[in-house]
Each structure stands twice: as C-alpha cells, then as structure tokens.
C-alpha cells in the first residue's frame, strides 16, 4: 500500500449499511486510514414540501443503526471510538470541506444515477479536483450498471423483453458476491474529536410522523427482519404479491431505496432458490430486472424526468380537469379499489404495486390527466419513491415509455377490483364506510338499488361519492386521445 495515498472518506447517501458496501470495501481495501459521513444534505431537505415526512425519520432511524453499526465493525477490530461522521448541510460544501480538513487522498461514494445526483456528483469532484483530492465511484444499488447490459449493436435496451434475457445471461456469480468488508475493518478511522453527533428531527427542521405506529422496521436491523419473514413467504411471490389484502410482497421496497439491505444479498437468495424451481423466487428475480432496467433507461435517458420515452406521445392534449384531480388525490372517484389505494398511500406512505397500476391507469385514461402529475404526487408521498422505477412505472401505465404493450391498454378498475380484491377486504380497510356493501356490490357501489343502500346504510354522494367518471366513456376518449397519435401502432 502507498504511503502517499492514507486516508480517505466514504461518502454514505442511499447505502446506509456496513455490510457488503462496495465504496467502503473498496476505501478499507485501498487506504489505511478511512474516515465514514453521511450529510443531512439541506438542498433536498429544505424542498421537502412537508416537515413530518415518513422518509426523513426512516432516514434519520437508519443512519443512527449505521452509527452504531459502524462503531461496532471498528470495535472488533480493536479501533477505539469508531463511527460515523455526521454534518447538516449542502453535500458538495459539507464533503468539499470535510475532506480538506481531515487530509484526505480521496473521496469514494456509491454510483447515483439521477440527473441531479450526477450533476451534484460531478459539482464534488470538480471541487476536489481543486485541491488535489480525488473522486471515484461505484456500483452498488443495481446488480449491473447501465452500460453493462447492452445490444449487439451497443445500443441501450428500450423493451423490458429483450433486456431481462440479456440480464439473466450476464448475471453470476462475481456480480452476486458480497464484498468483504469486515475483512480490511481495520482501517476505519477513529472519529475525530467532537464528531459523531446525531441530530434529533427537530435540528433537521422535521417532526416525527406516524412511522412508529406503521411498525415499519427502519435500518440494516430492519431490512434483515423483513428479508428473513419474506424468505419464508418467497414460495408463493408468484401468486400472492397481486392481492394488495394479503402478505405476499417483501416489503422490502423502502429498504431497497435507502441501501440499508443489499441488491447482492437478495438477488443471491434470488437467484438460488430459482435453480431450485422456486416460481415464487423466479417472478422476484424478474422484478429486480425490471428494477436494473428503470434506472439504465433513466441513465441513457434523463430526458424521461420531462418527457414521455416515447416523444410523440408528449404531443397528447391532456384535461387540466382541477375538480377530477383533487377526487383523485384524496380517494373520492366514486371507484373503491382507487379510493382505497390511495387512502393507504396517505395513511402509510405506501401503496401495493398492483394498486399503483391501477390508479395510475384511472388517473391518465380515465381522467385524461397528464401521468407527470401523477408522477410528481407519488414522489410527495410514497416512502419508497425512486425517480427510475417512479417514471418507469408512470409511464408503463400511460403508455408513453418503453414498453411493448400498445396504448389501448386500458385497465378497468372494477374488473381489476374484482380479480384483486373479489372479497373486497382491502377496500373495507380503507373504506370503512363501505364495510356493510355486500361482496358482489363493494367494487361498484353505484350500481346499487335504493334498497340495498338503505339495508346498508350507505348514501351515495353523501357518505361515499358517485363515480366522477363513467369508465367505458373515458375509455373511448383515451382511445381517441392516443389513437391520433399512434402511426398504426398495435395494429
């Protein structure tokens, strides 16, 4: 090891974990000395629209077990007062300036692949290229990066298809293997005098939310809880993960957003259970493709932010529609399995996958209402909100990104309701006063008879609303809306 390259510093952002971390694994490896902060970075946290929001405490509950864990890695190596560096702040002054004072030769980080990440990034490395000092990234939240999983042509992917065969071919063994940290954790730093503090909420400007209440794991703690009960329940991933009422999904999602569990470590349980005939194991492996293929889409594309994949689809004349948006936000359609869904979003910061489908769907073809709204408003409230599988997701269900699937894809949310929810226990959940609807009535209400409303005490337009839309209506305006549009296309 050279003696003119000591000391380093490991930048945690959206890896807060100390196990099989590439950038720490790497900085323990390559320097003797190396220094660990994470930055409460003030130009994402003051654009926060809402001071109670769940991922600021999920963030701030995950970066104290990182502290903790952290300390306990340099302990057993026989490093006193080991741990992590903390700082409240604008990341590209806070890392430019931490750096300069601790001396060190170089910063290393986990590979981002957002526009504006990628711009802050490069800002870091511009300002400690100035100072000598250096900056190097790496992959660790996907299993390959976006340059690695190409055509033959050495072009990016643009349909899943294709891009899932390719994927499956090049992933093995070296990409599903941990990286030793514990190994080389003799080389965390001991904290510098006066560091280490853990700002409460309140110093960050936020107060806590109902994360508690929703007894959501938070941290490496956490993820490994949820990971070990999905394993048991991994069998039945295939059937189970459509029915927003039953457990079927990991609920990992969160987990997987702010790095505390590794892509390596699931796709590794992933990828064995699948050699084993597992369909369940299979079905989520393809779900991590589809993850991979989000963000190589938003890395070749960040025009996607703004523009629909398909640019001709930015052509289509969307409803401004104020009165529809706001049923639509606040769950009052007149659809129960859409009120449903987004009353659980609200309430939780979380909503099932096959729920975001569905109300993305009713938002853009039976709204009309422009999917980057939609986009913009998930973005306020999931827990898990990634812009890659956010934008891949808004746009599959507008039919404006890179999928196969023609336009006139129009997904009927009773019918959905009824196939997802056929007992409608989710919509009760959500929707308590439709809990004495019967079965055959609870996925449309407004088909009922006076009669029946009055045996179970429902009012329509009063208690619960009338539909906003008629949905067979709406189809056919979309399939206008698109149809000018299409070149043929379906055909």
Not at 52 to 73: C, K, N, P, Y
Not at 177 to 189: D, F, M, N, Q, T
Not at 360 to 369: E, R, Y
């Amino acid at each position: 090891m050279s003696d003119q390259k000591t000391k380093a510093l490991v930048w945690f952002r959206r890896d807060l974990r100390c196990q099989d971390h590439a950038a720490l694994y790497h900085a323990l490896r390559r320097f003797r000395v190396v220094h660990c902060v994470f930055v409460f970075d003030t130009d994402i946290l003051e654009a926060l629209p809402n001071r109670t929001d769940r991922r600021v405490e999920f963030i701030h509950a995950s970066v104290a077990q990182l502290q903790v864990g952290l300390a306990q890695l340099a302990k057993t190596q026989g490093v006193p007062s080991g741990g992590l560096i903390i700082r409240i702040g604008s990341a590209v002054q806070c890392i430019t300036e931490l750096a300069q004072k601790l001396g060190v030769d170089e910063v290393l980080a986990n590979r981002d692949y957002e526009p504006d990440t990628i711009a802050r990034d490069q800002q870091v490395a511009d300002n400690l290229r100035t100072l000598g000092i250096a900056f190097s990234d790496y992959k660790d939240q996907v299993l390959l990066d976006c340059s690695e999983v190409l055509t033959q042509k050495g072009q990016p992917y643009s349909v899943f298809t294709a891009y899932k065969r390719a994927w499956l071919k090049q992933l093995d063994e070296f990409q599903l293997k941990a990286y030793p940290v514990e190994r080389y954790a003799r080389h965390l730093a001991s904290l510098p005098a006066g560091e280490g503090l853990l700002p409460t909420l309140s110093d960050l400007g936020f107060a806590r939310t109902n994360l508690s209440e929703l007894a959501l794991p938070t941290g490496m703690q956490g993820a490994q809880t949820l990971l070990e009960d999905f394993v048991a329940r991994m069998t039945n991933y295939h059937e189970a993960r459509d029915y927003p009422s039953r457990k079927g999904v990991s609920y990992l999602s969160v987990h997987l957003r702010f790095g505390t569990v590794s892509i390596r470590q699931i796709a590794a349980l992933a990828v064995e259970r699948t050699a084993s005939g597992c369909l369940g194991a299979q079905t989520w492996l393809s779900e991590l493709a589809w993850r991979d293929f989000y963000f190589m889409i938003l890395w070749h594309y960040p025009q996607v932010v703004q523009q629909a994949f398909k640019l001709k689809y930015d052509q289509i004349q969307w409803d401004e529609a104020p009165e529809l948006w706001q049923a639509w936000c606040e769950g009052r359609t007149g659809y129960p399995i859409v009120d449903a869904a987004m009353r659980q979003l609200h309430q939780t910061g979380y909503m099932h996958n096959r729920l975001r489908m569905i109300v993305a769907s009713f938002l853009t073809k039976d709204l009309g209402i422009d999917w980057r709204r939609g986009e913009r408003y998930f973005a306020q409230h999931l827990n898990d909100y990634d812009l890659a599988a956010n934008n891949g997701g808004w746009q599959w269900a507008a039919s404006t990104g890179c999928d196969a699937q023609p336009y006139f894809r129009i997904f009927n949310p009773v019918t959905q309701s009824k196939r997802f929810d056929p007992e409608g226990r989710f919509i009760r959940r959500y929707l308590p006063e439709l809990a004495d609807v019967p079965d055959a009535h609870i996925h449309f209400p407004a088909l009922m008879k006076p009669d029946m409303l009055s045996a179970c005490g429902l009012r329509l337009g009063i208690d619960y609303p009338l539909p906003v839309v008629d949905h067979a209506s709406a189809r056919l305006r979309t399939l206008m809306r698109y149809s000018v549009l299409s070149d043929g296309e379906g055909d």
